[in-house]
Nanobody, 119 residues
Framework: QVQLVESGGGLVQAGGSLRLSCAAS????????MGWYRQAPGKQRELVAT???????DVADSVKGRFTIFRDNAKNTVYLQMNSLKPEDTAVYYC?????????????WGQGTQVTVSS
């Protein structure tokens, strides 16, 4: 069983910072791409940032320059450092990972963590 466990969400004022973390655990062989998506009320889930096992990143234009994604391969953990937060960043943030486990390669999702930015 593979699990993604997220932490670090919360309430912050505009201009503030938060760091999200997501750790993959269980029977896993290789953790390939990891990343973060978000979903605001009434909107579709959208990509925030992804990072490959070789640390190649892809960051959405809406957060570029404010958010940084990085990972610790030894801990199978991905982080999202969010600075200069804006009210429009308010959403549920979901961790994602492509993992090679005993049953092959599958996509996994975390349970989601709420980020609320007040104006």
């Amino acid at each position: 069983q593979v699990q993604l466990v997220e932490s670090g969400g919360g309430l912050v004022q505009a201009g503030g910072s938060l760091r999200l973390s997501c750790a993959a655990s269980g029977r896993l062989f290789v953790v390939n791409t990891m990343g973060w998506y978000r979903q605001a009320p009434g909107k579709q889930r959208e990509l925030v940032a992804t990072i490959t096992s070789s640390r190649i990143t892809d960051v959405a234009d809406s957060v570029k320059g404010r958010f940084t994604i990085f990972r610790d391969n030894a801990k199978n953990t991905v982080y999202l450092q969010m600075n200069s937060l804006k009210p429009e960043d308010t959403a549920v943030y979901y961790c994602y990972a492509e993992i090679w486990g005993p049953l092959g390669i599958h996509d996994y999702w975390g349970q989601g963590t709420q980020v609320t930015v007040s104006s």
